[in-house]
Structure formats: C-alpha cells, structure tokens
C-alpha cells in the first residue's frame, strides 16, 4: 500500500502495538540489548518499523533514522561489546512480535495466502538487514584488529632497534677490534671476544624472547607458560608470582592470543612505569567467565591518562575484540589490572 492507502492510519496504530511488543518480548527474554543504552533501543525500535513497513508496503515520511540504520546498527553493537547472538535472539522476536499482525493487514489487502506472505516478506526484510549489520559488525572488528596488530608490530619493531639492533652493534663492535687489540695488548683482545661474545648471547637471548611471545597466538595452552616467561625477564629486584586455576588447553586461540598480550602489556607498564618490587599476575576461571589480574606495588600512574606509553589503547582494543571488560586503577601505591572475560562454550574449567 502506499501513503494515499485509506488503511494508513490503522496501520501507523498497529506498527506502534507491534513495537510495544517487540518491547514486551525483548524484556522477558532479558535481551542484554536492553541494558546496551538508550541509542541502541532506539535504533531496536526504528529496524523494528523499517521492517514491519516493507513487509506491508507501507512507505513512511523519510527519516534520517533509517538511511544507513543496518550498517550503524553493526558497527554500534560491535563498539559496545553486543554478542551478535544477541542481535539473533531480537531478529526471532520480530516474527513474534509482528507476523499476526502483518498477516492480518495483508489479509485487508487481499493478498493471497496472507500468513505466508508475511513469513516470507518479513524473513526477508530481516535477513536484509542483518547482512548489512553483520557486514559492519565483522567489519568493525577487523578494523579494531588491524590497529591492534599494527601496534604488536610496531612493538616488536621497537624492540628490535631498541635491544637486539645495539646488542648486535655492540657485539660486532667488539668483535672488529679484535685485530687492533690482538698486535698490541692480547688480554685487551681477549676482553674484547668476550665481550662480543656476550653482547651476541644476550641478542640471540632476545630473539628467541620475542619468538615465544609471538608463539601464544598459535599455541593457546601455553598462555601460562609464556606469562611465566615474560615474568623471568624482568629485573631481578622485582619479585614476580603467577597463579591459575586453569591449564587454558581449551581456550579458542584467538582468546589465548588476546589474554596473553592484554596481561603482558600490564606487566611491561608495572615494570617500565611504577618501579614495583612486586608484580603478580593471577589467571582464574569461575563457571563461563575468565579472570585475568595483573597488581603491582609500585608508585602507579595516570590510568585516565590518552599517552599511548602505557599501550592502555591497544590492551583495551585487544579487550574488545573478544567481548572483555577492561579495569585499571592506578594508585600511588600500586595499580591493579583486571580482564573479565565471557568465555565462549568448550572453554577451559576451574580445576
């Protein structure tokens, strides 16, 4: 039908009963997306609307709402942690909320076999729609992806100039002055292979560090494994601890990836920025969700702080890539770091 249609105030009457609803239907199923704030309900009651409408024809007055509304449905969503089973469970209830009614107003235009024109006309209206949201969804995603990724790139380049570049330099330095040294003072020259010696070792010491921490995105079992690792490299004056309740085996490796690089980071800014003599990490599994805490005693920092040093940007893009809460609180005797993650069906149990 269109706007000249005698139905289309009866029909403005019955979108506003099915939006009710829907409304109805979303709090009994205790729809997280209710709790998602104010613009994301509005943005539930515009799709329902949109789709009700093109099931029945009905062409509304414009509306800046709906131009775009699936791709920055997708795009909220994923910004605000929203599980896209979520959005699954709210696409279900449309049908609920609106096929009686939809078959009904087709039925008062004579359409034929009105129940099943609904079901087909609604089906695809909403599986329109959320290709569209699912598109930017994933696409979100990926964009947080790629600035994470870039910024563990841009780490590794950093330790590469900043530790293994001048360790070599150094090693191959004294290495080139062994000829000098070897005509005039031998013990001189002895130092010096030594010395080189030890600059390599420790190079070599480095590189093989950087390896295992890039191993944990494919080996999530050794999430623990490699924490423990990246504990032993810090300063003999600090006294590290780590605890789990949990062996991770069963841990989707994108998540270990993503735990692992979260609480190392913590731990690099306890060690570069508080000058704790104490850091513990502690990784804990309760029911479905996983713990992961990093406390230092050290002098804190500024955790409201936008200075990319701490990589607090990155730790929380990471956090939003697999649905994790992100808390930081930095006082002057110590800050503590705390992951709460949701963890997907087949993860790893307390033990």
């Known amino acids: 039908m269109t706007d000249e249609n005698p139905s289309r105030s009866t029909w403005l009457i019955t979108r506003d009963r099915i939006a009710d609803r829907y409304f109805d239907l979303l709090a ?4 997280p997306l209710l709790g998602a704030g104010e613009a994301i309900q509005q943005q539930l ?20 709402e709906t131009s775009g509304l699936s791709a920055t449905i ?25 096929l009686d009614d939809v078959a009904e107003h087709l039925r008062s235009d004579a359409v034929p076999d009105p129940l099943h024109a609904a079901s087909l006309r609604l089906n695809k209206a909403i599986l329109q729609r959320m290709a569209d949201a ?80 890039t191993r944990v995105a494919v080996e999530p079992a050794g999430t623990g494994d490699a924490l423990r690792r990246h504990l032993a490299t810090l300063p003999k004056t600090i006294t590290t601890r780590y605890t789990s309740n949990t062996t991770l085996a069963d841990l989707a490796p994108h998540y270990g990836s993503e735990i692992f690089l979260i609480l190392r980071e913590a731990v690099r800014n306890a060690a570069t920025h508080g000058s704790p003599s104490t850091v513990t990490v502690d990784i804990s599994v309760a029911g479905t969700t996983l713990t992961g805490s990093v406390i230092d005693d050290g002098h804190g920092f500024d955790a409201t702080s936008a200075s990319h040093g701490t990589g607090r940007a990155s730790m929380q893009e990471r956090a939003d890539l697999i649905g994790a ?11 503590a770091v705390t992951l709460t993650v949701p963890l997907p069906s087949g993860a790893p149990h307390d033990q």
């Open 28 to 31: 009994a199923d205790d729809s």
């Open 45 to 64: 009651r515009s799709q329902l609307l949109a789709i009700v409408d093109e099931a029945v024809d009905f062409i509304p007055p414009p509306s800046a």
């Open 74 to 98: 997708g795009r909220d969503r994923a910004s605000t942690g929203v599980h896209p089973s979520a959005s699954l469970a709210a696409a279900n209830l449309i049908f609920a909320a609106s």
């Open 134 to 213: 699912a598109a930017n969804y994933v696409g979100f995603l990926l964009e947080k992806a790629g600035t994470a990724h870039r910024d563990e790139a841009l780490r590794l380049s950093r330790e590469l100039h900043d530790t293994v570049g001048p360790a070599i330099a150094v090693g191959l330095q004294n290495l080139d002055m062994i000829e000098y040294w070897s005509e005039r003072d031998i013990d001189a020259a002895r130092a010096r292979i030594q010395t080189g010696r030890q600059q390599l070792h420790d190079a070599m010491g480095l590189v093989r560090a950087l390896a295992a921490e």
């Open 325 to 335: 809460d992100l808390d930081i609180v930095s006082t002057p005797s110590g800050t």
